[in-house]
């Protein structure tokens, strides 16, 4: 179990990210998924990988699992900020 943000300060982050003109996802510690085509996924404010493999990677976030499944799936970066996943990408999901 995680800490639980009440929806109050959930909407106060909101406010004031967009008051103050600053990305969400790093008022809020929300995790940034850009995907290129199926070939390739960046998740930016990740939480570590749980799985990997050739045909799945599992990376942790602050809203969940994301679940990337394809096949020659191979990480091309890893960065405390920032995880790369290249190779045939068949789908993506968020699992809480």
């Known amino acids: 179990?995680?800490?639980?943000?009440?929806?109050?300060?959930?909407?106060?982050?909101?406010?004031?990210?967009?008051?103050?003109e600053l990305p969400k996802?790093?008022?809020?510690?929300l995790p940034?998924?850009?995907m290129l085509g199926d070939?390739?996924?960046i998740v930016e404010n990740h939480r570590g990988i749980i799985e990997y493999t050739a045909e799945k990677v599992?990376?942790?976030?602050?809203?969940?699992?994301?679940?990337?499944?394809?096949s020659d799936l191979a990480l091309r970066t890893i960065f405390p900020e920032e995880i790369a996943v290249d190779g045939k990408i068949r789908s993506i999901?968020?699992?809480e």
């Open 1 to 20: 179990m995680g800490f639980v943000v009440p929806r109050e300060m959930k909407n106060l982050e909101c406010f004031l990210a967009h008051y103050l």
């Open 58 to 70: 599992r990376i942790g976030t602050s809203i969940g699992e994301l679940h990337v499944l394809g």
């Open 32 to 34: 940034r998924i850009t």
């Open 25 to 29: 996802e790093l008022v809020m510690g």
């Open 93 to 95: 999901a968020l699992v």
């Open 39 to 41: 070939i390739q996924i």
